[in-house]
């Protein structure tokens, strides 16, 4: 049976979720049974919890149906410009709450679900994360789909359904082990198969050129099925739609070998064909180059670009005859956009339709795609950068090499014509890299092939500017724009911390979560005992909730009074989770120096991803691992210091530590990480930052005030000046005696004394080849960490044991996210780098959120 409400729950609920009334409650009783009896086939003897979850998901689902239909028939019928974001990774998370949230009956379900003697919250914990991203880029699309429902705009996520997504980290004896992530195991009741709708894909073959123009046959071909889920604004009725491709071999694939009498050996190479969505390649910021990869970027381009233009052509809802033959007005009724490179392909492949199949001119195919396609810019990192092997794109895609090399040549003639003799610049600017084995670089294609191209923060887009992308600056300066990056409020405060909304939702109303900056209502209350008191109490509830969380599933104790310190994020050295090792066991030395000493207690906790091949950050998870394992049973430090590797960090697990979090550790060396969002969701959430200046961490400073977060460290141009100077990191351990004590004890074996060298290459990396300058920013680290644990001190009474409610948020608590962002004056808004018209099908008044999406926390 579940646990009765008390009233303050209750209370709650029926504020912010909306009160139920007795009739929807009857009615999602009366759906859960239905669904439990027609749909599962099971009664209540028989039925699982998975049964339950299943059911209530069916009825919730039940809700969205009609608007969802009535969402895609008035986009038909008013034909608004619509906006396709194309991305590799969607990292959707769970549906459910997110679902309930957005329809107004989380309240309903609540109550219903209690009285059939269940527990919502435990049904929720049955569904499976949809993990079909990395982090970061995959996180922003799914907000951004989030977004762009609640404001009314008509717009199709694009992408893969990949049958296994992101892996399930295990930690074993301190090492992460992968396990495939079988998400689709037990069917996912929140998509729908659209075979009506399956698409040919073509691969390899051989280009054929003719008086009657260019033709790619003897392809290989494979088909892209489409499933359908909803993605529902916020309380407006509008759902949209994200549409995820999966790859099915043709019934006549591999034709030859069954006639021959190899049918069982032609069955079974069905599966090289379906490969092609079995598996999201686990790699960050890191680019691997392998053929099943670039088969994946191709596959949901193509299949997408046919699945546009058929949407293009129709004007009625549910025809499917062409009826539009002109693609003159092609850029005023489609957008696409980019996510980073790896949909790049969708400029050659609308080129090669627009020229080979519906045959437009070149100049004219050129100018159309252009005015289409827009690029976003995700990183600055080297290795992060898309760079095929001509010879690969040769044997794979025949007819786009031709395409990429006419575009190229096109764009290299305007080059050399406006910089006369500076061959230099011509080799720079060049799509392909030549060499001893010549490439294609998929940056220089989107940024050639793109009327608009963004960074993700300010600092970002600058960089991109003057450094990344700087020849193509000069030749088009108007191209380059910044779109500060975001997060949705519904899932990261309403859905995650819904008795911090309460509170919020008590002094100023509901509007602020579909506009932000409507938190600025509460710099009035900057003094309010009664709002510290309840932000504080909650923090609080938040604390011993997840600690609970961290005992039942780890197997850890955690003191809830003590400090949650908090560094979640994909385990990468530019992320610098190596610095906070390095102050946790200075910390730990300093207790162990003097245990008489009065130390603020903290709970240390570091969790994330490192990808499968990437050894240094597989390291890195071991290393904090032992030293947890070392500081965790000393019995001289006690409370005062634990240190939590979170395995499995994932966007449900984030929705639980974030809300709980008290300090946000966002310390990736200056100039590296190109916006952040977590960092966004921790101050969101009433958490304090850590940080250096780097990413959307700048616009926050700019926005709270600099002295209301903990800045520290190197700035770009400090790094900048460094990497002219030479780094030289042995300078810093020779100077400062606690870095190399802390860099010594990690070295000799302190904290793996089973194996004294399991760290050696760790240590020899950080004295003689760090790419990302930890000892650099170490002592500003340690002095800045300081001041936390001195305002943590001096907190109010009645502050109860959160960093949050210090005085310091009580003057900007959440304000950090109140953005828009301020861009230079003269500015045009826009929606990310689109165009749009209106939003339609959306309230104006009691759903308005900023045009400026990009720019806004959304």
Not at 120 to 134: K, M, S, T, V, Y
Not at 164 to 171: D, L, R, S
Not at 243 to 264: C, E, M, Q, T
Request: include cysteine; proline fraction near 5%.
């Amino acid at each position: 049976m579940a646990k009765p409400l008390t009233d303050g729950e209750r209370r709650k609920q029926i504020s912010v979720r909306g009160l139920a009334g007795l009739g929807d409650v009857a009615e999602v009783r009366k759906s859960f049974n239905r669904h439990l009896h027609f749909t599962l086939v099971k009664d209540r003897n028989v039925a699982t919890r998975r049964d339950y979850y299943l059911a209530l998901a069916h009825t919730v689902r039940d809700h969205l149906v009609g608007r969802w239909i009535r969402t895609q028939q008035r986009y038909y019928e008013r034909d608004p410009k619509r906006i396709y974001y194309l991305s590799l990774e969607f990292y959707m998370g769970r549906t459910l709450q997110n679902t309930m949230v957005n329809l107004g009956l989380q309240n309903a379900c609540d109550e219903a679900i209690y009285q059939l003697g269940l527990d919502l919250e435990e049904l929720e914990e049955i569904e499976e994360d949809a993990g079909l991203g990395n982090g970061g880029l995959g996180r922003l699309a799914a907000c951004f789909l989030d977004s762009m429902a609640t404001l009314g705009l008509a717009a199709y996520g694009y992408g893969i359904r990949y049958e296994f997504g992101i892996f399930n980290q295990k930690i074993v004896n301190g090492w992460q082990v992968e396990e495939a992530d079988d998400w689709l195991r037990y069917g996912n009741p929140w998509e729908k198969a659209r075979p009506e709708y399956m698409l040919p894909v073509h691969f390899y073959g051989r280009v054929e050129h003719s008086p009657e123009g260019v033709r790619w046959l003897d392809t290989q071909v494979v088909l892209a099925m489409p499933y359908d889920t909803p993605v529902p604004g916020y309380k407006n009725d509008t759902v949209n739609t994200m549409r995820l491709w999966s790859a099915k071999a043709p019934n006549d694939f591999k034709l030859h070998d069954f006639n021959v009498g190899g049918y069982i050996e032609a069955v079974l190479d069905r599966n090289l064909a379906e490969n092609i969505s079995r598996v999201l390649y686990p790699n960050d910021n890191f680019f691997e180059g392998k053929e099943l990869r670039l088969k994946q970027e191709y596959f949901v381009v193509a299949a997408t670009l046919q699945d546009i233009i058929r949407r293009f052509k129709s004007s009625k809802f549910g025809c499917r005859d062409p009826v539009r033959t002109s693609f003159e007005t092609f850029p005023d009724k489609v957008a696409i956009q980019l996510n980073d490179t790896h949909p790049a392909l969708a400029i050659p492949e609308l080129m090669r339709i627009l020229v080979d199949v519906e045959k437009v001119d070149w100049d004219k195919a050129w100018e159309i795609t252009k005015k289409t396609c827009a690029y976003t810019n995700h990183t600055v990192l080297p290795e992060a950068l898309e760079r095929w092997p001509v010879s690969m794109f040769e044997k794979l895609l025949p007819r786009h090499l031709d395409i990429i090399y006419a575009i190229n040549q096109r764009h290299l003639d305007h080059v050399a014509a406006l910089f006369p003799g500076d061959v230099d610049r011509l080799r720079r600017m060049s799509v392909i890299e030549e060499g001893d084995c010549k490439r294609i670089n998929m940056a220089h294609l989107c940024v050639i092939g793109s009327h608009a191209v963004n960074g993700v923060a300010r600092i970002h887009s600058e960089i991109v500017r003057q450094s990344v992308f700087k020849d193509f600056y000069e030749l088009e300066p108007e191209k380059f724009q910044n779109k500060t990056n975001g997060i949705t409020p519904r899932r990261w405060l309403l859905l995650c911390n819904p008795g911090l909304a309460e509170t919020i939702v008590e002094r100023i109303g509901e509007g602020f979560l579909t506009d932000l900056s409507q938190l600025k209502k509460l710099l009035p209350l900057v003094g309010d005992e009664a709002l510290i008191r309840d932000v504080a109490q909650v923090k609080q509830e938040n604390k011993v909730k997840f600690s609970a969380f961290l005992e039942k599933q780890y197997g850890v104790k955690v003191n809830p009074s003590s400090m949650f310190d908090v560094h979640v994020k994909r385990i990468h050295e530019y992320k610098r989770q190596l610095l906070n090792c390095l102050h946790v066991v200075t910390l730990y030395n300093r207790i162990k120096k003097d245990p008489t000493q009065a130390f603020v207690p903290r709970t240390v906790m570091i969790g994330g991803k490192a990808a499968p091949g990437y050894h240094m950050a597989k390291k890195i998870i071991k290393l904090v691992t032992s030293i947890g394992d070392i500081i965790n049973h000393d019995p001289i430090v006690g409370d005062r210091l634990k240190v939590i590797f979170l395995e499995n960090y994932r966007v449900s697990l984030a929705e639980k530590v974030i809300p709980a979090a008290d300090l946000s550790q966002q310390i990736s060396t200056a100039g590296t990480e190109a916006s952040g969002t977590g960092n966004m969701k921790f101050m969101l959430n009433g958490a304090l930052t850590i940080g250096t200046m780097d990413g959307a961490n700048v616009e926050m400073a700019e926005e709270a005030g600099a002295e209301n977060l903990f800045i520290f460290g190197l700035r770009v141009e400090d790094v900048e000046a460094l990497d002219r100077k030479g780094y030289n990191a042995h300078e810093y351990y020779d100077r400062l005696p606690e870095l190399r004590q802390a860099v010594d004890q990690i070295n000799g074996g302190f904290f793996s004394p089973r194996e004294p060298d399991c760290f050696k290459d760790v240590v020899n990396m950080l004295l003689n080849h760090d790419r990302f300058k930890v000892f650099a920013d170490y002592e500003a680290y340690v002095a800045c960490q300081a001041r936390v644990d001195q305002l943590y001190r001096e907190r109010p009474p009645g502050a109860g044991c959160s960093l949050g409610v210090n005085p310091l948020l009580a003057g900007c608590l959440c304000i950090v996210c109140t953005l828009p962002w301020q861009e230079p004056s003269g500015s045009r808004p826009c929606l990310l780098t689109w165009e749009l018209p209106e939003p339609q099908g959306v309230d104006q008044e009691g759903h308005q959120e900023h045009r400026l999406l990009g720019q806004v926390l959304q």
